[in-house]
C-alpha cells in the first residue's frame, strides 16, 4: 500500500488515520461518547491488516448515524437510501468482484427497512461483509424504537416502554445462510479489528454486529448515564463464547451480552455457485448466436 | 394482396401463438411482407380460450390489432364461439371439425373444415395438430409461401422435432377439403 | 498506523514515543483516561474550543505505547508515536490498474441479421448491444420476457443476471453496477416502478447512468397485469420526489424498442442519469420484424471518464458540459458520494445555494439539451389545422383515424412523441400560433394532453381522447376530436 507509511508524522497534528479517514470532514457529526468513531478505527484497522489495497475497497451505507461512516472513510463511498446499501453493494460487487465491498449501518437500516434484502444476501451468500452498529435504537432520527430495541426500554415512540420482542440479529443471519457471524461491543476493539479481518477474508456473507453506545439517545432515555458509563457497562455485562449457539443469546437489558465468532464456515458465494453451474450448461447453448445470425 | 387479418385460436398448450409466429415469421422474414403478431396473454393463455393474431400487409402496419377479422383459424369450440362473429362477411373460417362440433350458420363464410387433430394422431403426435392446421391455412389461403414456411418451421421448433414438424405441416397442406355445401345459392 | 510497539525482547527495553493529543478534536467522552491500562491520562481542567476538557498525560512514564488509547477515541483525537516506526517506511508500490478511466470490458455479441421478434425480447437486445452486462430485476407482466431473456443470455456473454426480492433491490443494485462501471438496467411494470421510484431518485441525485424499463399495463395499483396502459407517463416524470429531469423514450415497435433501448443507454451514459424506456404490454408483447445491424454498425457512447490524477479528481466538479466526469469504484479514486444534497467533493451540503446548484443542475442538464435529447416525427405538419400528437402504440392505432379525417377534408398533421421527456415545449408553442388545436389521444385519462395544453398559446384548443386502458381508442372517438377541435366547437 503506497499510502500505508508507518511514517512518523511531520507535524502533530497529523493523526496517523490521516490516510484513511477524510480529515477534511473533520470533526465528524457524530455526538460526544458515540462508539461509532471507535467502530470506524477498528474497520479501518482492519482493511489495513488483512493487507488489502484501499483502492479495491468500497464502501456502502443506508441512512442512519452509523451510515454517515460512508462519508468518513477514505474509499470509493456510497451513501445512499434507506435500508438499501445491501441491493447497492451487490451491484457494485457482481459488476466488479475484484472489489472487497463492504457494509456499514445501522440496526434499524439494515433490520427494519431493510431486512429483507439483508436475509436474501445472507441467502445467496453474496460476497459482502455487512457490518451492523447496534444500538438498539434508531439514533439519527432523534431515539425511536428499532427492531432491535430490548424489551421494557424506553423510545421516543415507546414513551410507556417497548412490548415488541427485538430481533436476535446473529440468529436471524445465521438461520438466513451467513458464512460468517460474529458479535462484539465497541470495547473489543481488537477482538473486533480481528474479527473484520476474518469477515473480509471470507469469500461469502459475512455478519458482525457491534454492540455500540449512543449516549444521545439511547442512554439518555434509558437512563444509562454518558458514553463513557454505557460503555463500561457493555464490559461489564459482556462474555466471549465463541461456542454460543447463536439461537441461545438473545440480547436484553440485563444478561450477559455475548460475544464471539458464531459461524465460521465458507461455503461458496453466489457468483461462485453461478459460474461453476451455469459454466457446462452454458457450453450447450455456445453457438446459440451463431445459430440465429443470418450473413 | 392487402391488409390481411387472422387470428389464430384455440386453447392453451395447443401451439396458437407459435402457428401464428411461424407465419408471421415466413411473411416477414422469407416472404418480404409485413407482418405482425399480438397476442392475447395472461390467464387467458392457461387453459382457456387463447388466440394470436396477426396482421399481414406490404405496407408498414399501422393498426397491429384484429378486431374485424380476415381469417379466422379455430382450434377449439370455445375459440370459436368467442370469435366467429368478429369475422367478416365473405372472411375465410379454417376448424378443426372435430373439436368444433356445434357449427353455426356459415353462409356468410368461406369455411373449410379440417380434422387437424386426427391427422396429428395418425402422424403419432397430437401435439402437431396446430402445425397440421397452419399447413392447410396456407394451401387454402396462400398468406405465405409453401418455400418460407418450410424454413420458418425448421428455424422455429426443436431440432428434434424438425422432420415430425414438416410432415405434419404436408399433410394439412395437402388435406383436400370436403365438397362445401353451396349455401345460399348467391353468386 | 502509528500503532502499537511490541514490546520487544523480554520487555525490559524500553519503547520511546510520544502521546499527541489533538484537544480540539476532542469531545471530553473520556474513554481514553478510563480506558487506559496503565493510567497515563488523566483530565485536564482546561477547556478546549469547544468548551470540552481533553486528556492530559499525567503519567508519561507509565506509557507502553499499546495505542489503546488511540484506538479507542471516537473523534481521532489521541494517537501514539513510537521511535521504532520511525524506521518503518515500507517503499511506494507502483500501482496498476487495468481498464482505468473506462466502463469494465465486456464479451461483445456478435448476433445480427433479420428476426421475427417480440418487443420485450427486442428491448434485451437493444440492451445487450448497447453494451449493458448487468440486470438486476424482479419478475412481473408483461415486462418478465426481459429478465427471462437476460437470464438466458448474459451468461453467454460473461455478464451477471441477478433476481431479487424486489423492484427497490433491482434498482439499487443497478446503480451500484454502474458505478463499478458496468452498463446496467431492469425492467418493470407499474407496481415495480412504484417501489423503484425510491432509488431512482438516488440515482438522479448520484447521477448514475442506468436504463429503467417500464412496459406499462393498466393501472393504477395491480390493475390490469395483462393489459394495455400509458398510464405512468407522468410517473416518469415525477414519480420520485423532488425536481430533477428526465429521459423518457417510447417506441412503437419492436424494432423500435430495439433501437431506443441503445439510445436510452447512450443518453444515460452521456446525461448521467436513470433512462427511462417507456413502452406498452401491446408493443412489449408484440411480434414482428426486428433487424439487429453487426455490432461495429452501432452507435455506442461510454460516460465520460475524468482525466484528471487522484489528488485532483472532484466526483461533482461541472465543467462546461453540466455533466461531472465520472470515475469507477476501484479506480483509485476513493470518493465519496451521497443522496444527500452535495458539493462537487461529494460532501453533504446543507446550505440554500448547493441545493439551488444541484437541483438546478439536474433539470438543466436536460432542459438545455434538449436539442440533442428530443426526438419527434413529424407528418403533413405544415399548414394542418389539426395536429395529432401521440406516442407509443397510440401513434400506430391513430393512423386509420388521421386519414378518415383527411379524407373529410381536415388538414390533419401528426406529431409523434419519440421522446415524451423531455417534453417538446417549444415546438408544441410555435405549431399553436398556426393551427386551431391539438388533439392529444392516450391510453390514460389525459397527461401529456395536460402538458401540451400547458405549451400551446391559449387560442389554440387541445382536446384529449382518453382511455383508461384494457383496450385501445374507439376510432370514432378520435375522428371525432379532430372534427371538433377542426370546426372548433367547445
Ligand atoms: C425511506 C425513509 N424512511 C425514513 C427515513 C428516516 N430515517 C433516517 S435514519 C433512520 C433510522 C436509522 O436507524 P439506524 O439504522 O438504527 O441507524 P442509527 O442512526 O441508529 O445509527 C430513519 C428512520 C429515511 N431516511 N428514509
Ligand atoms: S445519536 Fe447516538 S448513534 Fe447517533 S451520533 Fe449521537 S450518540 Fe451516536
Ligand atoms: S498508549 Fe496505552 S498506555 Fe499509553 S496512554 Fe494510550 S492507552 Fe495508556
Ligand atoms: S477518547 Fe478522544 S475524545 Fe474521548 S476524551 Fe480521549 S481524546 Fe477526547
Ligand atoms: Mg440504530
Not at chain 3, 481498464?99 to 445487450?128: H, W, Y
Not at chain 3, 448497447?130 to 456473454?157: D, H, N, Q, V
Request: net charge neutral; hydrophobic share 35%.
Amino acid at each position: 500500500m503506497a499510502k500505508n507509511k508507518s511514517k512518523a508524522p511531520k507535524n502533530s497534528s497529523q493523526h496517523p488515520m490521516e490516510d484513511f479517514l477524510r480529515m477534511d470532514r473533520m470533526p465528524h457529526i457524530w455526538c460526544p461518547g458515540c462508539g461509532l468513531g471507535t467502530n470506524l478505527t477498528a474497520f479501518t484497522e482492519a482493511i489495513k491488516k488483512a493487507g488489502i489495497d484501499f483502492d479495491k475497497v468500497a464502501v456502502v451505507s443506508g441512512i442512519g448515524c452509523t451510515a454517515r461512516v460512508a462519508g468518513y472513510v477514505k474509499v470509493d463511498s456510497y451513501h445512499t437510501t434507506h435500508g438499501r446499501a445491501i441491493p447497492f453493494a451487490t451491484g457494485i460487487k457482481l459488476a466488479n468482484r475484484d472489489l472487497t465491498t463492504v457494509v456499514i449501518s445501522g440496526d434499524g437500516d439494515l433490520f427494519a427497512i431493510g431486512g429483507n434484502h439483508l436475509i436474501h444476501a445472507a441467502r445467496r451468500n453474496i460476497d459482502l461483509t455487512v457490518i451492523c452498529v447496534n444500538n438498539f435504537i434508531y439514533g439519527m432520527t432523534g431515539g425511536q424504537t428499532a427492531p432491535t430495541t430490548p424489551l421494557k426500554a424506553y423510545s421516543s415512540t415507546a414513551p410507556f416502554k417497548n412490548y415488541e420482542p427485538p430481533f436476535n440479529l446473529v440468529s436471524l443471519v445465521t438461520s438466513s445462510g451467513a458464512t460468517y457471524v460474529a458479535r462484539w461491543t465497541s470495547l473489543h476493539i481488537r477482538r473486533m479489528t480481528d474479527s473484520i479481518v476474518e469477515a473480509v477474508n471470507n469469500k461469502g456473507f459475512s455478519f458482525i454486529e457491534i454492540v455500540s453506545p449512543c449516549p444521545t439517545v439511547f442512554a439518555r432515555k434509558n437512563k444509562k448515564g454518558s458514553g463513557l458509563d454505557l460503555l463500561d457497562h457493555f464490559g461489564k455485562r459482556s462474555v466471549i463464547d465463541h461456542s454460543a449457539n447463536p439461537n441461545d443469546i438473545p440480547m436484553d437489558l440485563e444478561n450477559p451480552i455475548v460475544c464471539g465468532v458464531f459461524v465460521n464456515k465458507p461455503k461458496p458465494s453466489f457468483w461462485e455457485n453461478v459460474q461453476t453451474g451455469i459454466h457446462g450448461e452454458v457450453k450447450k447453448h455456445r453457438d446459440y448466436e451463431k445459430s440465429l445470425s443470418q450473413e | 394482396m392487402s391488409e390481411l387479418r387472422v387470428k389464430f385460436s384455440g386453447y392453451g398448450g395447443q401451439g396458437v401463438i407459435l402457428s401464428a409466429y411461424i407465419v408471421g415469421k415466413a411473411t416477414a422474414i422469407y416472404d418480404g411482407k409485413q407482418a405482425s403478431m399480438t397476442q392475447a396473454y395472461g390467464p387467458e393463455a392457461r387453459g382457456g380460450a387463447c388466440s394470436s393474431q396477426l396482421v399481414i400487409d406490404k405496407k408498414a402496419i399501422n393498426y397491429p390489432l384484429v378486431d374485424t377479422t380476415d381469417i379466422l383459424v379455430a382450434l377449439s369450440q370455445a375459440g370459436y364461439d368467442k370469435f366467429l362473429p368478429d369475422l367478416k362477411n365473405k372472411g375465410t373460417l379454417l376448424y378443426d371439425n372435430d373439436l368444433v362440433s356445434v357449427v353455426q350458420d356459415h353462409s356468410k363464410y368461406n369455411a373449410l373444415a379440417i380434422p387437424a387433430t386426427r391427422l396429428a394422431e395418425e402422424l403419432g403426435k397430437r401435439i402437431v395438430a396446430n402445425i397440421v392446421m397452419v399447413g392447410f391455412v396456407i394451401a387454402q389461403t396462400k398468406l405465405a409461401s409453401r418455400e418460407s414456411m418450410l424454413r420458418a418451421i425448421k428455424e422455429s421448433v426443436p431440432a428434434k422435432f424438425i422432420d415430425l414438424n414438416l410432415k405434419a405441416f404436408e399433410v394439412g397442406f395437402n388435406y383436400k377439403p370436403s365438397k362445401r355445401r353451396k349455401s345460399g345459392g348467391k353468386k | 498506523m502509528a500503532s502499537h510497539a511490541k514490546p520487544a525482547g523480554s520487555g525490559t527495553k524500553r519503547i520511546k514515543g510520544k502521546i499527541i493529543i489533538l484537544e480540539d478534536r476532542c469531545k471530553g467522552c473520556d474513554f481514553c483516561v478510563e480506558h487506559c491500562p496503565r493510567d497515563v491520562l488523566g483530565i485536564s481542567t482546561q477547556f478546549n474550543e469547544k468548551g470540552y476538557h481533553p486528556p492530559e498525560v499525567i503519567n508519561e512514564e507509565n506509557c507502553t505505547f499499546c495505542g489503546l488509547c488511540e484506538r479507542i477515541c471516537p473523534d481521532f483525537a489521541i494517537y501514539i508515536t513510537t521511535e521504532e516506526e520511525v524506521e518503518e517506511v515500507k517503499p511506494e508500490v507502483k500501482k496498476v490498474y487495468a481498464n482505468r478511466n473506462k466502463n469494465l470490458p465486456i464479451v461483445k455479441s456478435t448476433m445480427k441479421g433479420e428476426f421475427f421478434m417480440q418487443g420485450d425480447i427486442a428491448c434485451a437486445e437493444g440492451a445487450i448491444a448497447a453494451g449493458c452486462r448487468f440486470f438486476g430485476g424482479y419478475p412481473i407482466t408483461p415486462a418478465s420476457e426481459i429478465a427471462e431473456r437476460m437470464a438466458y443470455r448474459l451468461p453467454m456473454l460473461d455478464g451477471v443476471f441477478i433476481q431479487f426480492e424486489d423492484e427497490i433491490a433491482s434498482m439499487a443494485s443497478i446503480i451500484g453496477a454502474s458505478f463499478a462501471g458496468m452498463k446496467s438496467f431492469t425492467a418493470t411494470s407499474g407496481p415495480g416502478i412504484s417501489l423503484m421510484t425510491e432509488n431512482i431518485g438516488l440515482g438522479m441525485m448520484m447521477e448514475a447512468p442506468c436504463v429503467v424499463v417500464n412496459v406499462q399495463r393498466g393501472s393504477p395499483s395491480t390493475g390490469l397485469p395483462t393489459s394495455w396502459g400509458q398510464s405512468d407517463m407522468m410517473q416518469a416524470k415525477w414519480g420520485s420526489h423532488g425536481d430533477y429531469g428526465s429521459i423518457s423514450l417510447c417506441p412503437k415497435s419492436p424494432q423500435e424498442i430495439f433501437d431506443l433501448t441503445i439510445r436510452a443507454f447512450n443518453l444515460a451514459e452521456k446525461y448521467r442519469l436513470p433512462v427511462f424506456i417507456m413502452t406498452d404490454a401491446i408493443v412489449g408483447h408484440m411480434t414482428e420484424k426486428v433487424v439487429i445491424p453487426p455490432v461495429e454498425e452501432i452507435e455506442i457512447f461510454d460516460r465520460k471518464y475524468t482525466n484528471k490524477s487522484t489528488d485532483k479528481y472532484l466526483p461533482y466538479e461541472i465543467g462546461k458540459s453540466m455533466i461531472p466526469d465520472f470515475a469507477k469504484a476501484g479506480d483509485g479514486y476513493r470518493y465519496h458520494t451521497t443522496g444527500l444534497t452535495h458539493d462537487e467533493r461529494g460532501y453533504p451540503d446543507m446550505t440554500e445555494q448547493c441545493q439551488k446548484s444541484v437541483v438546478t443542475r439536474l433539470v438543466e442538464k436536460i432542459t438545455k439539451n434538449i436539442d440533442d435529447i428530443m426526438m419527434i416525427e413529424e407528418i403533413d405538419i405544415e399548414g394542418a389545422d389539426v395536429i395529432v400528437v401521440c406516442y407509443g402504440i397510440t401513434a400506430r392505432t391513430v393512423i386509420p383515424a388521421i386519414e378518415k379525417a383527411k379524407k373529410k377534408g381536415i388538414k390533419v398533421g401528426y406529431m409523434r412523441l419519440i421522446t415524451v421527456w423531455p417534453f417538446p415545449e417549444q415546438r408544441i408553442k410555435e405549431l399553436s400560433r398556426k393551427c386551431a388545436g391539438f388533439v392529444v389521444p392516450e391510453l390514460n385519462l389525459g397527461q401529456i394532453a395536460l402538458e401540451v395544453e400547458r405549451c400551446a398559446f391559449p387560442d389554440a384548443r387541445t382536446k384529449g381522447v382518453t382511455h383508461a386502458g384494457g383496450g385501445i381508442h374507439d376510432f370514432n372517438d378520435i375522428v371525432k376530436a379532430i372534427e371538433e377541435v377542426a370546426h372548433g366547437k367547445k
